[in-house]
Nanobody, 116 residues
Framework: QVQLVESGGGLVQPGGSLRLSCVAS????????MGWYRQAPGKQRDLVAS???????NYADSVKGRFTISRDNAKNTVYLQMNSLKPEDTAVYYC??????????WGQGTQVTVSS
């Protein structure tokens, strides 16, 4: 069974930076996509960024140029470097691992709050 554990969330002032990490454990299919989603109160969960096992990335328009997703396949870990944070980035951030269109697993979520 695959499990994801996120870390790195917290409270940061506008313009600040945070780095999220997500470690996957268990029987992990070698070819997969890892991603970060976020959900603000009263809103749906939306994709922030994703990265394939081959290194191809995809970003939401709202974070392009500010966030960077990366991964270490040897450590089964995905990172999200978040710079120039804005109050509208406040949300619970969830890690996701997908290995086929119908098979994926979620982490428990980590809170990111951007406020002065």
């Amino acid at each position: 069974q695959v499990q994801l554990v996120e870390s790195g969330g917290g409270l940061v002032q506008p313009g600040g930076s945070l780095r999220l990490s997500c470690v996957a454990s268990g029987s992990i299919f070698r070819i997969n996509t890892m991603g970060w989603y976020r959900q603000a109160p009263g809103k749906q969960r939306d994709l922030v960024a994703s990265i394939t096992s081959g290194g191809s990335t995809n970003y939401a328009d709202s974070v392009k140029g500010r966030f960077t997703i990366s991964r270490d396949n040897a450590k089964n870990t995905v990172y999200l470097q978040m710079n120039s944070l804005k109050p509208e980035d406040t949300a619970v951030y969830y890690c996701n691992l997908r290995w086929n269109p119908t098979a994926n697993v979620w982490g428990q979520g980590t809170q990111v709050t951007v406020s002065s």
